[in-house]
T-cell receptor, first 108, second 119 residues
């Protein structure tokens, strides 16, 4: 079973700054099956990135994903007020899905 | 517009049973694989179960295997999760989500329904 570990647990930044979120897999995974989600308070998760680097429909281009193997990254180039939220990475394999524990991006 | 509306969440005693439903609209339900994902209070996300578009294939997380049953009624565009032998650790918000098996991600989510297992 793949375990996803996200780092850091909390990221304190100011609007306009760049955010870099990491997701490490316990074993090498197929990047096609890595996704990222944003969850704002009291809302359902929202798909941001799929296939490690493809933006979902309607997602601003300040969000980008990269990585391969065991190391994946979500970058928010310039934080907007609505971007302060929790972010989860997710992997699919062998008919099961795994989520990371999340990174909270908070206002500094 | 894709809409997924969960219902059926409630307070239930340990060992009890509960049935969750998800009414889908805005897409061709009978052509779409579906899934349940839960989120424990203040914690992260955990995949629970998934079902193929025709209902022939079902998948479960080890934590719920043998206790939960996923099903669907394509004539009513409805997804269900029958939960039995409930435990305190099953307490969570349960989300219904459309899933793309071939790509492995969840493009659409409902707003969730809260299940509380407590005496």
């Amino acid at each position: 079973e793949i375990v996803l570990t996200q780092s850091p647990g909390t990221l304190s930044l100011s609007p306009g700054e760049r955010a870099t979120l990491s997701c490490w897999a316990s074993h090498s995974v197929t990047s096609n099956y890595v996704a990222w989600y944003q969850q704002r308070p009291r809302q359902a998760p929202r798909l941001l990135i799929y296939g490690a680097s493809s933006r979902a429909t309607g997602i601003p281009d300040r969000f980008s994903g990269s990585g391969s193997g065991t190391d994946f990254t979500l970058t928010i180039s310039r934080l907007e007020p609505e971007d302060f939220a929790v972010y989860y990475c997710q992997h699919y394999g062998s008919s099961s899905w795994t989520f990371g524990q999340g990174t909270k991006v908070e206002i500094k | 517009e894709v809409q997924l509306l969960e219902s059926g969440g409630a307070l239930v005693q340990p060992g009890g049973s509960l049935r969750l439903s998800c009414a889908a609209s805005g897409f061709t339900f009978s052509s779409s694989a579906m899934s349940w994902v839960r989120q424990t209070p203040g914690k992260g996300l955990e995949w629970v179960s998934a079902i193929s578009a025709d209902g022939a294939a079902t998948y479960y997380a080890d934590s719920v295997k043998g206790r939960f049953t996923i099903s669907r009624d394509n004539s009513k565009s409805t997804l269900c999760l029958q939960m039995s032998s409930l435990r305190a650790e099953d307490t969570a918000v349960y989300y219904c989500a459309k899933v793309l098996f071939g790509a492995g991600y969840f493009p659409y989510w409902g707003q969730g329904t809260l299940v509380t297992v407590s005496s």
